[in-house]
C-alpha cells in the first residue's frame, strides 16, 4: 500500500481542525461535569455548551435558544420526520435525492401508511421548486429539500420552495448538513421551519450535530428521559463533542469566504485538468449552483468503484456515488434520479475537497487518475482488483 497521498472525500467526513481538538481535550481531561449538575463542575460544562450554542446559532443566523443538539445529522433529521408523522398519517413531499436518514425513514413512515411523494432532480441535478409545489395538497404535513446534495453538490431552490410553501402553511425541513460551513446558512433567509448541521462536515468532531427548530414549530421528542435541551432531546450532553461543535461553528463563520474561495480553486483546478487530460469525462451538475468543493465526475468505460481501490492502494482517498452492500455496487439513488444509465452511474467518483488540501496534491494526483483509468479503461486487472475488497455502503 503506498503511503497516504491525499484526502479528497471530504463529504464524508472531515479531520478536525487543530484549533476544535485544543479546546475539546480540556474537555477531555482537565475539565469535566454534567452541565445539569448544580456545582460548580456542572455549572461550568452547561456554560460551555451554552457558548458553543451561541457559536452554532451564529453560524446559521439563528436565536441560540432554538437550536437544540443532537448526535449526528441522522438523528436530527429521524427527529423531525418522526415527530411531524408521530401518528403515521398524512403526507410528505421529498425531494428524490434527499440523504439516507430523511429518504429511508420516508420508506419506514410510507410502510405504517403515510403518503409520501419523491420528487425527482432535474438532469442538471436541481429539483424544480415548481414540481415539489406541485404535490402539496391540503393533508401535507412536511416538504424536505436538502440545501445542498451530498453527491453532486448542487444547492437546492430552497428559499423559493419554503416562501411558497409558508403561503400555504406547509413547514419544511431543510438538511443542511452539507452546506453548513462551506456556504452562507441563514435560517431567516432560507424560510424553512426546520434546519439540521452536523459538525463533522466541517472540521468538527463526530457525535455533535444540531436541529434549529423555528420557535413555535411542532415537535416532540425522539428520546425521552432527562430534561436536557429544553426537554427536546433527553440524554446528558456530550460536552466535549459541542465544545468542539462550537470552536468549529464559530471558525467557519469567520472564515467561511476565504475557505469557500480556496476550496473553489481547487476544484476548479481539478476539473479543468480532469476534462483536459482525460477523454470521455463529464462533471455533472456545472449548469447549477454548487458548493465550493464538490466535484461528480462521470469516467466512460469504468467502474469508479475499482478506480476508487486502485486510487485507494496509491494513497488517494475519493468516494463512488454508487452504495455498495453485500458485494453488488448498486447506483445511488442521486445518480439513479439524475436518470444517468447503469453504466454511467456506476463510472461516476465524488472528489470533496477540504481546507487542507493544496493545489500541490491536486496536481499530483492528475497523472495518477489518469493513469489508473487508462489501465481500467484498457483492462489492466481492473476487474481483478475491484473483487477483492468491498467498501462499507458509501452515503455520506
Ligand atoms: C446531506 C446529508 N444529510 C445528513 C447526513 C447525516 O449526517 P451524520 O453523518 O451526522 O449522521 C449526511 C452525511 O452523511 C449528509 O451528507
New binding site residues.
Partial sequence: LAPSAAYFDH??TTPVDPRVAEVMVEWLGVRHGNPSSAHRYGQAAREAIESARAEVARLLHAAPREVVFMA????A?NAVLRALFEDFGGHLVLSGFE?P?IETTGSFLAARGVDVARVPPGPHGCVEAGDLLAQVRPDTRLVAL?LAN?ELGTVQPVEEVARRCRDLGVPVLC?A??AAGKVAVDVVALGVDYL?V?A??FHGPLGA?ALWLRRGARFAPLLLGGSQESRVRAGTENVPAIVGFGRAAALAAEELEDRSRRLARLRDRFEAAVLREIPGVVVHGVASPRLPNTSSVRFAGIDAHALLIRLDLRGYAVSTGAACASGVVEPSRTLAALRLSAAEARGTARLSFGITNTEAEVDSFLPVLAQEVGALRHGAGGAAIASTRVAARS??
Fill in positions: 463529504n464524508a449526528s445529522g441522522t438523528e433529521n440523504h436518514s436538502m451530498n438538511d448538513v452539507q439540521t452536523g463533522h462536515k450535530a452515503v455520506a
